[in-house]
C-alpha cells in the first residue's frame, strides 16, 4: 500500500521545500517542481523510484524586458525572428504582434512590460525550445508548459487582458498564424512533439489550463501526461464553491484521457488554523471524490509564503476500494443540489488500516445535514486535522468527533471526510 496519495509540492533553494531533505521528498512527493537556475528538485528525486522532477517553462508568453530580463524569455527573444511570433490577423510585422502588457517591480521601480504570444507551429520556435531544454533541464523527467491554453481567446488573453488590440475588450477571435481554436490545439502538440532528450526519447509535458476537455491535450500529442488546474477549488484561502463542479468533472474526464489531474490550491492563512484547515479538507475530498491511482494528484500549496515543504499529513490518508465511482461528471457523485459523496471500503493512514471511510463537499452557501441515505456504509467518527504541515507536527485525528447520521451538518462551502 502506498505511504500517500499522488502529490505535488515546489521543491527548491531559496524557497518551499529548502530545507527539505533528498529522502523526505523521494518519500513523500511524488512530483517535485524547480526550475531555471534551481535544480533542488532535480537532485532529491535523481535515481528515485519514488518522486520524478518537474521543470518549470514558459513557452507560451514571451515577456520583453530589457531593464530586468527573465533568462529563457531574454534568450528567446535574442534568437527570434519576426516569424516566431503571433499576429493580428493580415499581418506579420513587429506593429502587428498580439500583444499585452504586465507590471513588474524592477529596480525598485516599476515597468511596463511587453508580453507577446510565441508561435508554437515554427519549426525555429520548436528547435529554440528543444535546445533549451537540452541544455538546461536534460536530466528532468518531466516539464510544465505554463500558460497553456487550449482555445484562440484565452490563449491570447494576458497579464492586462486580451491581446488583440481594435478587438472588443481587445478580445482576439481570430489570428494570422492561428485562425482557430483548432489551431491553438495543434500548435501545442506540434511543440510538444517536436521536443525531445539528447538521447532522443520524448520529453513528457504538464500543461497549466483547464478550458479544454482533456480528451483533446490527450489527442494532441501523446507527450502529454496530465494538466493541472490552478486555483481549482481554494484560490488565496477563498474557497471557490462555483468551481467544485467543474474541477470534479475535469477529474473525471482526466482519468476517462488516461491524463493525470493536478488540482493546486494556494493559500497562506495560519498555521493549523480552523481557515486552513477548512482549505485542506476541502481539497483532499475534491481530490477523493474522484480519486484514481497516477492519474488525481494533489498539490496544496497552502503555506506559500514559508519555505516549508507543503506536504500534509491528510495526504497520508489513502482511500482504496470505491464504493461509489465518478465516471463522467460530478452528476454522478451527487446526493442532493450541490452536494457531492464518495465513499470507500478500505482506508489506510501512514500504511496502515483504518477501515472504510468517505468524503462530502457541499458546495452550497449554507450549511447541510448529512442524510443516512447519502450513504451506504456505516461510519462513528469524523476524521479531523491538527496542527500544520507533515513536518511541522501536523496530524490527522481519526476520531475527532463523533459522526451521527441526519444530525451532523457541513458548514457552507466546507468538507467532511468519515471513518469508522
Partial sequence: ??????????????????????????????????????????????????????????????????????????????????????????????????????????????????????????????????????????????????????????????????????????????????????????????????????????????????????????????????????????????????????VLTQEALATAAGLAFVQINDGDSASGSSAQIAQRLVTIAVAWLGYSEGHTVVDENLEDTTTNLPIWPEEMLYPTQPVESMVSSANDIAVTSNVWRREFAACYLNEVSIGPCAAIVNGNSSSVTVASSWLQQTYGHVIGLSGGDAFSGGSVLLQSSTFTPNVTTIGAGEAVLLGR
Avoid at 89 to 116: E, L, M, N
Avoid at 139 to 154: F, R
Avoid at 160 to 166: A, F, Q
Fill in 1 to 246: 500500500m502506498p505511504a500517500h496519495i499522488d502529490t505535488w509540492a515546489m521543491d527548491e533553494y531559496w524557497s518551499q521545500g529548502e530545507n527539505a531533505t533528498s529522502a523526505q521528498v523521494q518519500q513523500y512527493v511524488t512530483y517535485a517542481e524547480g526550475g531555471l537556475g534551481n535544480g533542488k528538485a532535480a537532485s532529491d528525486c535523481s535515481g528515485s523510484n519514488g518522486c520524478s522532477s518537474v521543470f518549470y517553462l514558459d513557452p507560451n508568453l514571451i515577456y520583453d524586458s530589457a531593464q530586468c530580463p527573465i533568462s529563457g524569455d531574454a534568450q528567446f527573444v535574442n534568437a527570434s525572428s519576426e516569424s516566431w511570433y503571433v499576429h493580428l490577423s493580415g499581418y506579420s510585422d513587429f506593429a502587428h504582434r498580439v500583444q499585452g502588457t504586465d507590471t513588474q517591480s524592477c529596480g525598485g521601480a516599476s515597468i511596463s512590460i511587453p508580453v507577446y504570444v510565441a508561435y508554437q507551429g515554427n519549426p525555429a520556435v520548436q528547435a529554440f525550445y528543444e535546445s533549451y531544454l537540452q541544455q538546461n533541464a536534460d536530466a528532468w523527467g518531466y516539464y510544465l508548459m505554463d500558460d497553456t491554453s487550449w482555445t484562440l481567446l484565452d490563449q491570447m488573453y494576458g497579464p492586462s487582458g486580451g491581446m488583440c488590440p481594435g478587438n472588443t475588450n481587445n478580445w482576439c477571435t481570430t489570428t494570422q498564424e492561428l485562425p482557430n481554436d483548432a489551431a491553438v490545439v495543434a500548435e501545442h502538440g506540434a511543440l510538444a512533439n517536436a521536443l525531445t532528450h539528447v538521447n532522443g526519447s520524448p520529453m513528457k509535458f504538464f500543461t497549466n489550463g483547464l478550458d479544454t476537455t482533456p480528451s483533446e491535450e490527450a489527442g494532441a500529442s501523446p507527450n502529454f501526461v496530465g494538466g493541472l488546474c490552478e486555483n481549482c477549488v481554494v484560490d488565496e484561502g477563498s474557497l471557490r464553491t462555483s468551481m467544485y463542479a467543474t
